[in-house]
């Protein structure tokens, strides 16, 4: 009740309130990269207000000349509660009309889920000589102007440009 009326008080005499971001906010500033980081931080707002099975981990936007095309990256692993391969799919379809949806000019979206690989302590993770720390397991790339209903049926299929790790498919999900 205090609080209300500090605030009450503080919005009519003019004083500054302070404004504490959302988790939405900074997952989106934090996660962001690319030449459009602008464009990223704004897919990320639409992104994150939504706790998703499978973690997004990063959002990039890169634009060249007219061609916008932004990337999403999943952590394949350690999913936020277990899901089936389908539900998985749904997530990717809800997050690809997002995205589309909050930045109109994008041309086309990949999303890709990753999963570590082991690395001895001492190997080169960076630069020229790296080892690579992760391994894609599921890539699927949605042009804009692809139906939702297109999208599922494509990401649910092992075709049509869209890559399933047969093994992780086969472990990482609960049974339907």
């Known amino acids: 009740m205090l609080v209300a009326v500090g605030l009450m008080l503080a919005a009519a005499s003019g004083a500054a309130v302070a404004y504490a971001p959302s988790v939405a906010d900074l997952d989106a500033a934090a996660r962001a990269v690319g030449n459009r980081r602008d464009v990223a931080q704004h897919i990320g707002l639409a992104v994150f207000s939504t706790r998703?099975?499978?973690?997004?981990?990063?959002?990039?936007?890169?634009?060249?000349?007219?061609?916008?095309?932004?990337g999403i990256r999943l952590w394949g692993v350690k999913f936020h509660h277990?899901?089936?391969?389908e539900e998985f799919v749904g997530e990717i379809v809800a997050i690809v009309q997002?995205?589309?949806?909050?930045?109109?000019?994008?041309?086309?979206?990949?999303?890709?889920?990753?999963?570590?690989?082991?690395?001895a302590k001492g190997v080169?993770?960076?630069?020229?000589?790296?080892?690579?720390?992760?391994?894609?397991?599921?890539?699927l790339t949605v042009r804009r102007g692809e139906s939702?209903?297109?999208?599922?049926?494509?990401?649910?299929?092992?075709?049509?440009g869209v890559f399933w790790d047969p093994s992780w498919s086969r472990t990482a999900f609960k049974p339907s």
């Open 52 to 70: 998703w099975s499978a973690q997004v981990t990063q959002i990039s936007a890169n634009q060249l000349g007219p061609h916008l095309i932004v």
């Open 82 to 85: 277990p899901i089936t391969r």
């Open 98 to 119: 997002r995205a589309f949806a909050a930045a109109p000019a994008t041309e086309e979206i990949d999303v890709w889920a990753s999963v570590p690989l082991s690395v």
């Open 124 to 139: 080169v993770v960076s630069g020229d000589l790296a080892k690579p720390t992760s391994r894609t397991v599921f890539s």
């Open 148 to 160: 939702a209903a297109v999208t599922r049926a494509r990401a649910s299929a092992a075709s049509d």
